[in-house]
């Protein structure tokens, strides 16, 4: 039975140009509908979760953004689990929603920052400006949240190393528990890589050098790189606390876990589905208590072996390879080995900080 719950919440109030995530915006008057069609479709599978949960993580979409009595509704409802966290963007916590989120169970809120700098927020279609941030952190603290997560985007059109690392001073003085710092993903075709071609082009070439940037002003000032683009305050710093996000983490465990609403992901005993991310037709499905049309994939054992090596060796802890000898290309690991990449003691296999560095490159160069 799985101990991990994702929640997705669609809502925007503004799409921005780079996302490809599956939103909405607007509708203030479909958010009740759709918190009850989550609801239903929670007692659907409600046999699939564990009596305990050890994560909930509800994400958008601007879960923040959705109707407050909606979104107080679909709190109380949910399970109680170990970690329980909610993105947020700035611009919608107030007093209030802090006090009322913290009220409510939630244990960790995951900022979407992407950057300090007001010429670089206006590229990326923020409404957040850096006051607003700083504004949305204390209202947090003052609620007693003492893990607050920020996300940051580098890459973006017009981003200098200068702004980056002024992104990353600004992080630091503030002190979340946690950062995820992305390079900038523009898919080909949408109006973002039409506005920002050629920029975005210049920009790719510099990817190399701003994650190296990143890791090296996080890691210096104490944070632990711990996954590919994660890192978290250190145990002696956090109290003996693990501040490692454990809902990710169990994406990367290659755990169970279910997922509510549309377009959500759910991998459970062999098994992958995506729901429909069509919202009138998961909530007139849910409405009339019919499951929501889905594509289920099934996963193979040799799939599941592929995707624990290329998630497991994301994060900073060596990977059990027990059992996954027969996807592992031995030639190339001798290769990598010697090149100062891939360091294999015993039945554990994990990158060098060099072998980090490359990434996926060399993952995908260790599977047959």
């Known amino acids: 039975m799985t101990r991990h719950l994702y929640v997705h919440l669609p809502f925007c109030a503004h799409r921005c140009g780079y996302c490809d995530f599956v939103t909405v915006v607007g509708r203030n008057a479909q958010h009740g509908a759709y918190v009850e069609a989550l609801l239903g479709e929670l007692a659907f599978e409600h046999d699939l979760l564990a009596p305990e949960l050890e994560t909930v993580f509800l994400g958008g979409g601007t879960p923040t953004f959705t109707e407050p009595q909606a ?9 109680p ?4 966290t909610v993105e947020a963007n700035p611009e919608t916590v107030t007093q209030e929603l ?6 409510l169970g939630v244990n960790r809120v995951s900022l979407g920052v992407q950057s300090f700098r007001p010429h670089l927020l206006a590229v990326l279609e923020r409404v957040a400006q850096p006051d607003t941030v700083r504004r949305a952190y204390y209202h947090l603290r003052d609620a007693g949240f003492d893990n607050i997560s920020f996300d940051l985007i580098y890459g973006i059109p017009g ?3 200068a702004d980056l690392a002024a992104d990353l001073a600004d992080a630091l003085e503030l002190a979340p528990e946690h950062l995820s710092c992305y390079e900038l993903e523009a898919k080909p075709g949408t109006r973002f890589t039409h506005a920002h071609g050629a920029e975005l082009a210049r920009q790719a070439d510099a990817m190399e ?9 996080l890691t210096s000032a104490g944070y632990r790189w711990y996954e590919t683009a994660n890192f978290c305050r250190t145990l002696e710093r956090a109290d003996g606390r693990d501040l490692r996000s454990r809902h990710n983490l169990a994406y990367w465990l290659g755990r169970d876990y279910l997922g509510l609403g549309i377009g959500a992901v759910s991998t459970i005993d062999g098994r992958r589905w995506r729901n429909t991310p069509r919202l009138p ?4 499905d849910l409405a009339a208590d019919r499951r929501p049309p889905r594509e289920v994939e099934p996963l193979p054992a040799d799939v599941r072996r592929r995707e624990r090596i290329m998630l497991g060796l994301r994060l900073d802890e060596p990977l059990q390879v027990d059992g996954l000898g027969d996807v592992l290309d031995e030639s190339a690991l001798e290769r990598l080995q010697r090149l100062g990449l891939v360091d294999r003691t015993g ?6 900080a060099r072998g980090r560095m490359l990434g996926g490159g060399v993952t995908a160069d260790l599977l047959t």
Request: overall charge positive.
């Open 71 to 79: 979104l107080e509704r679909l709190l109380r409802a949910l399970p």
């Open 81 to 84: 689990a170990g970690e329980v």
């Open 98 to 103: 802090a006090r009322t989120l913290r009220g």
């Open 159 to 161: 981003q200098t190393p």
């Open 209 to 217: 050098s701003y994650f190296e940037a990143v890791v090296q002003s």
């Open 281 to 284: 037709t998961y909530v007139a």
């Open 347 to 352: 039945l554990t296999l994990a990158l060098t």
